[in-house]
């Protein structure tokens, strides 16, 4: 009854089936995996972001390059204030409210990670409208600057005002492809966000940066993973669906419940009509077949 497997059809079928199945079990687990990693991040940033203020601040120089094991990570540097290129970076919230970060570039010529860059030192927040006249001025002389290592950010991450004109002094996002045409120096691809501050000043909190923690692409991951798992259950199904209609109709056809195709059924004259040849014809013409001619007078 089962000897239908055996066919072209139904080889294609099952290995279609063998091969698609793993397949999706394979990516889901992988997307699975992803999310997963996301959530460790996300743990990881939570973490660097709870013991910042208090954490153990290591040399700039130790963790640049930049990586997502030194994302989060207090830094500290020694260098002098651009008092020069006073910077503020708009739209940025802060506890619900709304103002605008305090942005300074620290030379780094004679300190720690020396090699003629600068560091973008977000000094704090303050709320409102970006206003200059508002910012304090940032101390003079050699400094030593301890704040959390931050990634560059991306106009999708950055305000809402990011991609739009900004006045002289103003930027969108903290990047170094943003401060490039701003300053005449080269410029550290990273930042750092200084926790002690002073008053008005307020600490901006770190961030995870992009493509890590539980961001939208965390859960579309955790979407693609339900799909996956969801295609592989579905080739099962279909699988099993013909191949019960195979079997049904390959038991049916062993007992003989499927009925043979019927032809046509043959023209048969009617029964009067064959036992009496002479009758048949239009009405009235065998009676006047059965009439003899009448005798001449």
Known sequence: MYRFLLTPRWWGINVFAVLAIPVCLLMGTWQLSRFDARVDSHERQQESAERAAH???????????????????????????????????????????????????????????????????????????????????????EVTVRGVLQASESHTSAGPGAEGALPKGQLGFVSAAGLVNMVPYDVYDAWLTVQGTAKPLRPVPPVAPDNTGLDMKAFQNLGYTAEWFVFAGFVIFMWFRLFRREAELARDA??????????????????????????????????ARNQSPAAPV
Not at 116 to 141: C, H, M
């Open 55 to 141: 954490a153990k601040a290591e040399p700039l120089s130790e963790l640049l390059p930049l990586t997502g094991d030194t994302v989060g990570r207090t830094a500290e540097v020694t260098g002098r204030y651009d008092t020069g290129h006073p910077l503020l970076v708009p739209d940025r919230t802060l506890d619900g409210d709304q103002g605008f970060y305090v942005l300074t570039l620290l030379r780094t010529d004679r300190g720690a990670g020396a090699g003629g860059k600068a560091v973008p030192v977000v000094r704090g927040w303050l709320p409102g409208a970006a206003d200059p006249a508002r910012v304090p001025a940032p101390p003079r002389g």
């Open 254 to 287: 062993a007992l003989g419940l499927i009925p043979e195709p019927q032809g046509q059924p043959e023209q048969q004259e009617p029964q009067e009509q064959q036992e009496h040849p002479e009758t048949s014809g239009p009405p009235g013409d065998g009676a």
